[in-house]
């Protein structure tokens, strides 16, 4: 009989302390093979303080924290991370301006932000370009990062984390600042790499259904660091749920793909 892969995230009784009080968990959570989940909640819910456990780079109060076969704490962290990929408005603050978006994807090979001491070969700056190129920005590939858009800069930050071919995409709200337009390109450029079979998984947080990109499997809502509901989506995003999570009456309909919410009158 063939062993189930083994999980690419499994948290057991996870949780966060600060002063004195527990600001998220504890929580149980697993991301399997090829799930492509939401974390959502509103703010001070604990879903950046999530994604930062995930990433390793934010140790639980309690519980254990396993990603990618390793448990936190237990392997050398740095070498897992690797494996991980992370974009969102966090990381675009530590990118220098003048570099262009070429040497910034590139510097994602070594998980650096510039190019400092490492060397990089013609299949580098190749897998850069054409990264930008899938991501729609090949033609600011060579501009200064400073000119860019919001949209251009988030594209470039995704563009970073898939250099390396994670195999575990933390996405911390990729959608945050973008104008309409800009957003629903970005979506459409979300659901096609969710219909990839690398990264193996994917997690995105957001506070917006309407920014949940179509392909998207599951979901974990989050009310005030516990867990709220977790599963397949469209069962764990319902009215009950997101009203329980944003503390308003809220209507959910689910229309081609795509999931749309409002107060209800």
Not at 82 to 89: F, L, Q, T
Request: hydrophobic share 45%; glycine share 10%; with cysteine.
């Amino acid at each position: 009989m063939t062993e189930p892969a083994p999980a690419i995230v499994d948290l057991h009784g996870a949780s966060i302390r600060r002063g004195g009080r527990t600001i998220l968990g504890p929580l149980d959570w697993c991301v399997g093979q090829g799930e492509r989940w939401v974390v959502i909640g509103a703010n001070g819910s604990g879903k950046t303080t999530l994604l930062s456990i995930v990433g390793l780079t934010l140790w639980p109060t309690t519980g254990t924290v396993d990603v990618l076969g390793a448990r936190y704490g237990k392997v050398d962290s740095r070498e897992v991370r690797r494996r991980i990929g992370v974009a969102g408005s966090a990381v675009e603050l530590h990118l220098r301006d003048d570099l262009t978006p070429v040497d910034l994807v590139m510097t994602a090979r070594y998980a650096a932000t510039e190019p400092w001491w490492h060397v990089f070969d013609v299949a580098d700056r190749a897998r850069a370009r054409e990264l930008l190129d899938r991501l729609g920005i090949g033609a600011v590939a060579d501009h200064p990062f400073g000119t860019l858009s919001a949209g251009e800069r988030r594209r470039v930050s995704i563009a970073r984390a898939l250099m390396p071919d994670p195999e575990l995409l933390l996405l911390d709200e990729p959608a945050a600042s973008l104008d309409l337009g800009a957003r629903e390109t970005l979506l459409r450029d979300l659901a096609r790499l969710a219909a990839e079979p690398r990264p193996s998984a994917i997690v995105l947080v957001t506070h917006h259904v309407e920014e949940i990109p179509p392909g998207f499997t599951h979901a974990l809502v989050l009310g005030a660091g516990a867990c709220l509901a977790s599963g397949p989506l469209g069962h764990v995003l319902t009215d009950e749920v997101l009203s329980r999570a944003f503390q308003v009456p809220i209507a959910v309909e689910h229309r081609n793909g795509r999931t749309w919410a409002r107060m209800r009158a």
